[in-house]
């Protein structure tokens, strides 16, 4: 079953390539969370969507291994993960938290850089 059309949209707007390799072009709509034999609509939602090529989206369904670097990058994740868990874009070096209305918002995984980022006239130079 595929993805809305008003939500496919939305996904195309938020990623401009693969959030694996980069690529422009050939990219499907994947799920983060699998929906399943069943094709739960629940898992229809933005921050469960991204972008990925073909390839990478082919490789990750059929390869054990592949699918372990997925759910490393956030690419893939278990039903009992939540959609809010962070998702590497690759080519940019950034970690993102998807929202479900089809923005995102930077993860700062270091702390003290965050803090950094709050107070920035206390560290400058
Ligand atoms: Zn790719």
């Known amino acids: 079953m595929a993805v809305p059309a008003k939500l496919r949209k939305l996904i195309q707007s938020r990623d401009a390539y693969c959030w694996h390799c980069g690529m422009t072009d050939e990219l499907v709509v994947h799920h983060r969370i699998n929906r399943g034999m069943g094709g739960s609509k629940t898992l229809d939602t933005a921050a469960n969507l991204i972008l990925i090529c073909w390839q990478w989206n082919d490789v990750i369904e059929r390869h054990a ?37 089809g923005t995102k918002r930077e993860f700062i995984l270091d702390e003290g850089r965050a803090f950094r980022l709050q107070l920035p006239d206390l560290f400058e130079g």
């Open 65 to 101: 291994e592949s699918a372990q670097e997925a759910r490393m990058w956030g690419h893939k994740l278990y039903g009992w993960q939540r959609v809010e868990s962070p998702v590497y874009d690759r080519p940019a070096g950034v970690w993102w938290v998807l929202q479900d209305d």
